[in-house]
């Protein structure tokens, strides 16, 4: 049966999405780059430095490795100035209860998320006491849709892969799921996300019960 469930942080217990877009939408303003929210729907779940590469690759300029970091580090300033402002309002329709749930069920649970700012976003949304253990970008090596992250946190928490759930909105996400041998819950459009085992359209759908019936085929 299930042990855990790993959660993703932007797209499934909040949508910090708005803010990374628009603190890159500065950025690229201030370099000439066009940017819109549907280019900004590649970057959900991808590294700060792979987006800013992607972003770059439209500007048809060169960028030195020292300008590249400047340009990171000033879109995670923006970045860091809008998440101040965040508060319990902003956790995801029905994921507080659905955590709760689990976690009356004995089930541990972990966040697995590519950003470097998820620990400050978890404490204002004061959830860290939901959380058994929290994998951000600083402590591996490879991004997703690598399984490097969400095998940390199933090591962290003492639980075998197969045993554990994580829940993802994006691609890359849902892919790193499955290669660590996972079931895999995708938030999210069914086409993007065909890899899961299971989809829901939004946080407020997932239901432990329909989790295990799930889990269980
Ligand atoms: P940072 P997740 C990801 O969070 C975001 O989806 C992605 O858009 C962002 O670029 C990445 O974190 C890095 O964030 O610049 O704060 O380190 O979905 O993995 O929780
Ligand atoms: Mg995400």
């Not at 340009?71 to 965040?86: G, P």
């Not at 690598?146 to 829940?167: M, R, Y």
């Amino acid at each position: 049966s299930i042990k855990a469930v790993i959660f993703d942080l932007d797209g499934v217990i909040t949508d910090t999405a708005e803010y990374h877009f628009l603190a890159w939408k500065k950025l690229a303003d201030d370099l000439d780059v066009p940017f819109d929210r549907e280019f900004n729907e590649k970057l959900k779940g991808i590294g700060r430095m792979e987006s800013l590469e992607l972003i770059l690759e439209k500007s048809g300029k060169t960028f030195s490795v020292e300008e590249k970091e400047r340009l990171a580090s000033r879109k995670n300033e923006h970045y860091r100035t809008l998440i101040q402002r965040i508060t319990p309002d902003d956790l995801l329709p029905g994921i507080r209860g659905f955590i709760k749930e689990i976690k009356k069920e004995g089930i541990v649970t972990g966040l697995a998320s590519a950003s470097k700012n998820a620990p400050f976003v978890i404490k204002r949304l004061k959830i860290e006491d939901l959380l058994d253990t929290v994998v951000d970008a600083t402590k591996v090596e490879k991004g997703k849709p690598d399984p490097e992250i969400f095998l940390t946190a199933t090591k962290q928490l003492g639980v075998e892969p197969a045993k554990c759930v994580g829940v993802e909105d994006a691609k890359a996400g849902v892919q790193a799921i499955k290669r660590a041998g996972m079931f895999a819950v995708g938030i999210g459009d069914q086409n993007t996300l065909s890899e899961a085992d299971w989809i829901v359209s939004a946080p407020a759908e997932l239901s432990l019960h329909e989790l295990y019936q799930r889990y269980q085929n």
